[in-house]
């Protein structure tokens, strides 16, 4: 499993993009990169996945250099109802014994935006 | 939203009885998990199933036990509740690996 590394918090305001940067040095060959959000209460919701370079969608943008040992969540535009934990998942635990993968969420870094 | 539900909602009990959290799926996706989360902590894996009757262990399995006899429900059973099973606690389905989970909207346990 890929160990992540990413801000504990991030402060911003409405209006401002926020970057979030994760670093995973040891991403493996097969490795997907997946963010999620969490608002308070809630379970995780999916934001985002990628492999390599770029990806956009509704939501956000994930940019991955071409090593793909960090990864960067973009927020465009930030309002309060971002305010939010956000994760970033690098692979899935591998079980030798049965071939099966886990899912595992560090952390997260806990956005808050303000007015 | 993808079919998930999660019962009950909240549950009051006490020290030393036994509890049963239910994951009801709709989806008929093959991985299903249990997680706990702390007050100002991320989710901790407690348990997964890969399919029927096939489940594993997760980060923090001791005092938990989990059973999946069909496609759509995996039951977390709490054989003894302590308190510091306080907690809320979170399903997730999904299809495969690398594929996107769906959460259900958890469960407040609390053990007094």
């Known amino acids: 499993l890929a160990k992540t590394t990413q801000p504990i918090s991030m402060d911003s305001y409405e209006g401002q993009e926020v970057n979030i940067t994760c670093s995973h040095n040891?991403?493996?060959?097969?490795?997907?990169i997946t963010w999620y959000q969490q608002f308070p209460s809630q379970g995780p919701r999916f934001i985002i996945q990628?492999?390599?370079t770029k990806v956009t969608n509704e939501v956000a943008s994930l940019f991955i250099p071409a090593d793909r040992k960090s990864s960067t969540l973009s927020l465009p535009r930030v309002s309060l109802s971002d305010t939010a934990v956000y994760y970033c998942?690098?692979?899935?635990?591998?079980?030798?014994?049965?071939?099966?993968?886990?899912?595992?969420f560090g952390s997260g870094t806990r956005l808050q935006v303000q007015p | 939203d993808a079919g998930i539900t999660q019962s009950p909602r909240h549950k009051v009990t006490e020290t030393g009885t036994p509890v049963t959290l239910r994951c009801h799926q709709t989806?008929?996706?093959?991985?299903m998990y249990w997680y706990r989360q702390d007050p100002g902590h991320g989710l901790r894996l407690i348990h997964y199933?890969?399919?029927?009757?096939?489940?594993d262990k997760g980060e923090v399995s001791d005092g938990y036990s989990v059973s999946r006899s069909k496609t759509e429900d995996f039951l977390l059973t709490l054989e003894s509740a302590t308190s510091s099973q306080t907690s809320v606690y979170f399903c997730?389905?999904?299809?495969?690996?690398?594929?996107?989970?769906?959460f259900g909207q958890g469960t407040r346990l609390t053990v007094v």
């Open positions: 040891n991403i493996a060959t097969n490795d997907y």
């Open positions: 997730a389905i999904r299809q495969g690996e690398d594929t996107e989970a769906f």
């Open positions: 990628g492999y390599k």
């Open positions: 989806e008929n996706h093959r991985y």
């Open positions: 199933s890969y399919g029927v009757k096939d489940t």
């Open positions: 998942l690098v692979g899935d635990p591998f079980d030798m014994d049965t071939g099966r993968r886990a899912l595992t």
